[in-house]
């Protein structure tokens, strides 16, 4: 032992750094004190939360033909490359608009928020481009971003939208809280054509209906947890276009864009508002 143990320094209460690192017991007992003691620091103010994830107003869950475009978006493995989560930094306050709020994705099952930006955060992505744009995009990165490194998509403005699967996948999310009625499974395939104007536009006016104003737990009547937003409150209006520039099938490129389209515009931020303190749970705190 050296002359500063016996001196009683490098010691733990009284016990040698070195028995510590050289006992494999004492050792794992540290260890698991110190990852307990790391694991209540992130567990406990949970319990002490109202509400973990907040409502604020204007956040609404995405149509059938949006859903399916988030669909695609896993499919094609888009997260692999970009994220959706703008972090509360001022360069990417900067360059991507408002930090991303837990809200904003409390709909997305499984969410998307990415780990790796080889392309651009999409999180805030909404009405920053022309429909025209995505498409040529889409087809070919390269014919309008020289530079870029993203793969030509192709196929998905060819491939006529696959429905079969949309019914289930609302009834799945529905099953997990997101606020889709009977009414708006039974109704999805039309929702689809009139979002993507492959209709005579008399669809327009039940899809708005349905869709546009639908706060967190709107079709829970009975259930005291209902959240709704003021009256006054204006909500984003929904896009109803035929966003590949065809109004003669639903493709998915249409669900693709229709889903890109609405990215990060459903809450109207307010300048000088802090939404981490004062807008959270406002104003329709339980
Ligand atoms: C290999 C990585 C990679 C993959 C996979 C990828 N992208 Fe990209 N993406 C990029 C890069 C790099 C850019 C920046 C250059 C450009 O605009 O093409 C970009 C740019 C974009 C932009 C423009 C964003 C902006 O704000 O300017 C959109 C929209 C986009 N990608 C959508 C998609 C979608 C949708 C998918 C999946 C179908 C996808 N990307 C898959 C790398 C990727």
């Known amino acids: 032992m050296s002359e500063e143990y016996k001196k009683g320094k490098g010691m733990i209460r009284?016990?040698?750094h070195d028995t510590i690192e050289q006992s494999l017991p004492i050792l794992a007992v540290f260890v698991a004190i110190l990852v307990a003691v790391g694991g209540i620091v992130e567990i406990v103010p949970a319990f002490y939360l109202d509400d973990s994830e907040p409502a604020v107003e204007g956040v609404r869950p995405l149509t059938p033909l949006e859903l399916e475009g988030f669909a695609i978006y896993r499919r094609e493995g888009c997260f692999l490359c970009?994220?959706?989560?703008?972090?509360?930094?001022?360069?990417e306050k900067?360059?991507?608009?408002?930090?991303s709020l837990a809200v904003e994705s409390g709909y997305d099952h499984n969410f998307v928020w990415g780990s790796k930006r080889t392309g651009p955060d999409v999180a805030r992505l909404g009405e920053k481009y022309t429909d025209?744009?995505?498409?040529q995009h889409m087809r070919k990165p390269r014919s309008v971003v020289p530079e870029s490194v993203?793969?030509?998509y192709v196929w998905l403005e060819e491939t006529v939208l696959d429905t079969s699967r949309t019914a289930k996948r609302m009834q799945v999310l529905k099953s997990m809280n997101v606020p889709y009625s009977n009414d708006d499974i039974a109704n999805f395939a039309v929702d689809i054509k009139a979002q993507a104007a492959v209709d005579d536009g008399d669809g327009e006016d039940d899809l708005?209906?349905?869709?546009?104003?639908?706060?967190?737990g709107s079709v829970n009547e009975g259930d005291d947890t209902?959240?709704?937003w003021t009256d006054s409150f204006e909500p984003t209006e929904l896009n109803v276009r035929a966003f590949d520039g065809d109004a003669s099938d639903v493709t998915e490129l249409d669900a693709l864009i229709a889903y890109l389209q609405q990215l990060g515009t459903h809450v109207h931020f307010e300048e000088g508002v802090d939404y981490?303190?004062?807008k959270f749970g406002q104003p329709y705190r339980k």
């Open 14 to 16: 009284g016990i040698p």
């Open 82 to 91: 970009h994220s959706q989560m703008i972090r509360p930094f001022r360069d």
């Open 94 to 99: 900067e360059r991507y608009g408002h930090f």
């Open 132 to 135: 025209a744009w995505h498409v």
């Open 150 to 152: 993203m793969p030509n």
């Open 208 to 216: 708005r209906a349905r869709y546009e104003r639908k706060a967190w």
């Open 226 to 228: 209902i959240v709704t």
């Open 276 to 278: 981490y303190h004062d």
